[in-house]
């Protein structure tokens, strides 16, 4: 069951007692390259005979086709997921083996599948409670993240390191672990609403390390008093809340970024950018 396409190196069951005692001792003492195979060998056997198409792909993401004779059934997953759960503390050995599908397998004829990585790009939709809204989830796929759901057998004590929990810490980990080029790319082509959506969810962070602060500070979250999506790194930021306007015939520099909403200010205050009143950005 849980190494499929092995099934032609394995001893036939019939074998009389004698004969497999006899197979097992040879194993044991190493002889003609039979093999007493136990939990330590299963990633090493499931890494070498994985789906031929599944190997020959650079990408994180394969597909699984339920009518593809060459790929596991929809019950190897549960049952792989049910033995490392009883013989694997950690994941580790697993990385770069094809093991979380990304959607509900049941009834489903095929279903994208997720590596485990190190530097994971993969957070659940809802785990432990905690929900990912669905604009986020959203966005987070079309940066180059993927959002997994459904799936409730899907547990592990060491998954939280692969898939993580839904949180805005959790989205931002997978944003700073994605193609930076790319994730700018995508965030400026997305629209105003995915972008202040994305902000909000973020300016609920208690606090920001240095990395992570650096790295939102180059990210185009913000806009120029002309409009345009810029990033924070090295500007000021100019207060337009409360009703405050800054006259539109009035010159301002492009290293001044629009304060225009609470969630800005919070975002702004978190990446420490200096806000200005409407006086000061006139001078």
Avoid at 76 to 88: A, I, M, T
Avoid at 243 to 267: H, K
Wanted: proline share 6%; aromatic share 8%; hydrophobic share 40%.
């Amino acid at each position: 069951v849980l190494l499929p396409f092995c099934k032609p190196f394995f001893i036939p069951h019939d074998l009389t007692v004698a004969c497999s005692a006899h197979l097992k001792e040879l194993a044991r003492r190493n002889f003609f390259k039979v093999t007493n195979i136990d939990a330590s060998h299963l990633a090493e056997y499931a890494r070498r005979y994985l789906p031929p198409d599944w190997k020959q792909t650079g990408k994180n993401l394969v597909t699984w086709d339920n009518n593809n004779s060459q790929h596991p059934p929809s019950d190897w997953f549960q049952e792989f997921w049910r033995f490392l759960n009883s013989h694997f503390n950690e994941l580790s050995p697993f990385t770069d083996i094809p093991l979380i599908p990304v959607s509900s397998l049941s009834g489903s004829q095929t279903v994208s599948v997720a590596k485990l990585q190190q530097n994971t790009t993969l957070i659940f939709q809802k785990s432990k409670q905690l929900n990912l809204p669905d604009r986020i989830a959203q966005l987070v796929n079309k940066v180059g993240g993927t959002v997994v759901r459904g799936n409730e057998w899907l547990r592990h004590v060491d998954l939280d390191s692969y898939v993580l929990c839904p949180s805005p810490r959790s989205v931002l980990k997978v944003l700073m672990n994605l193609d930076f080029q790319h994730l700018v790319t995508e965030l400026t082509s997305a629209s105003h609403t995915a972008r202040d959506e994305l902000k909000d969810y973020l300016s609920y962070l208690d606090s920001l390390s240095k990395a992570e602060k650096d790295f939102l500070l180059k990210l185009p979250l913000f806009q120029t008093m002309k409009g345009f999506s810029v990033a924070a790194q090295s500007k000021q930021a100019v207060l337009l809340i409360s009703g405050l306007t800054v006259p539109t015939e009035l010159p301002v520099p492009d290293s001044i970024i629009q304060c225009s909403t609470e969630t800005d200010r919070r975002l702004l205050q978190l990446l420490k950018v200096h806000l200005l009143d409407t006086a000061e950005a006139a001078n």
